[in-house]
């Protein structure tokens, strides 16, 4: 079993920052790709950004340019760095992880979900 831990969400004002941390752990083998999806309220959950072990990244459209992913392989970990950010920034924030098991599944897992609220 793999576990991913997430930290970094709260409150923050409009034009402020916020900076997400997932590590992931257990039976792990290798990490595929990285990243972070969001949902909002009444919303589908979406891509906010991802990252490969080789360091290709994929980013929405509505981020770019605010939001950096990045990626410690030694740690397990991904982060996100929020800045400039708006109200429709809020939603709960979810850590995702495409993990070769040790016993050599390919696996999809999904962290619990970290709420980032931006005040307007």
């Known amino acids: 079993q793999v576990q991913l831990v997430e930290s970094g969400g709260g409150l923050v004002q409009a034009g402020g920052f916020l900076r997400l941390s997932c590590a992931a752990s257990g039976s792990i083998l290798s990490i595929n790709t990285m990243g972070w999806y969001r949902q909002a309220p009444g919303k589908q959950r979406e891509l906010v950004a991802s990252?490969?072990?080789?360091?290709?990244?994929n980013y929405a459209d509505s981020v770019k340019g605010r939001f950096t992913v990045s990626r410690d392989n030694a740690k397990n970990a991904v982060y996100l760095q929020m800045n400039s950010l708006k109200p429709e920034d809020t939603a709960v924030y979810y850590c995702?992880?495409?993990?070769?098991?040790?016993?050599?599944?390919?696996?999809?897992?999904w962290g619990q979900g970290t709420q980032v609220t931006v005040s307007s």
């Open positions: 990252l490969s072990p080789g360091g290709s990244t």
């Open positions: 995702n992880a495409v993990v070769t098991t040790r016993n050599h599944f390919l696996v999809n897992y």
